[in-house]
C-alpha cells in the first residue's frame, strides 16, 4: 500500500506564499514521479507541477515562474513553494504519485487565497 500525506495549505492574501508538503510511505519504486494537481470549485482537477526522482519538472503555464516543485527523494517528499499566490489559485490541491503504472491520491489540501 502507498500513502501520501499532505500539509501546509491554508489561507492567504494575495501576493502571499504557502509551501505544500507532501510525504508519501508504503511501496514505492525508487524511480517515481510526484506532482501536485488542483481542483478549483465547480472545475476540473489540472496539473500543477510534477517533478521525477531524476529533478526533470513540469510546470502549469498559468504558474510558471511563481511555483516552484522540489523533492528528497531519500525521503520520499515532494514541496510545493507557491509565491505570489492569486485568487484564482484557491483550490484544493492534491498531492500525486506515479508509481510502477499506478497514480496515488493524497486527501487534499484547501489553498484559499483572498483579494
Known amino acids: 500500500q502507498v500513502q501520501l500525506v499532505e500539509s501546509g495549505g491554508g489561507l492567504v492574501q494575495a501576493g502571499g506564499s504557502l509551501r505544500l508538503s507532501c510525504a508519501a510511505s508504503?511501496?514505492?519504486?525508487?524511480?517515481?514521479?510526484m506532482g501536485w494537481y488542483r481542483q478549483p470549485p465547480g472545475k476540473e482537477r489540472e496539473l500543477v507541477a510534477s517533478i521525477h526522482t531524476g529533478g526533470i519538472s513540469n510546470f502549469a503555464d498559468s504558474v510558471k515562474g511563481r511555483f516552484t516543485i522540489s523533492r528528497d527523494n531519500a525521503k520520499n517528499t515532494a514541496f510545493l513553494q507557491m509565491n505570489s499566490l492569486r485568487p484564482v489559485d484557491t483550490a484544493v490541491y492534491y498531492c500525486?504519485?506515479?508509481?510502477?503504472?499506478?497514480?496515488?491520491w493524497g486527501q487534499g489540501t484547501q489553498v484559499t487565497v483572498s483579494s
Open positions: 508504503g511501496s514505492i519504486f525508487s524511480v517515481n514521479t
Open positions: 500525486a504519485l506515479d508509481n510502477l503504472g499506478r497514480r496515488y
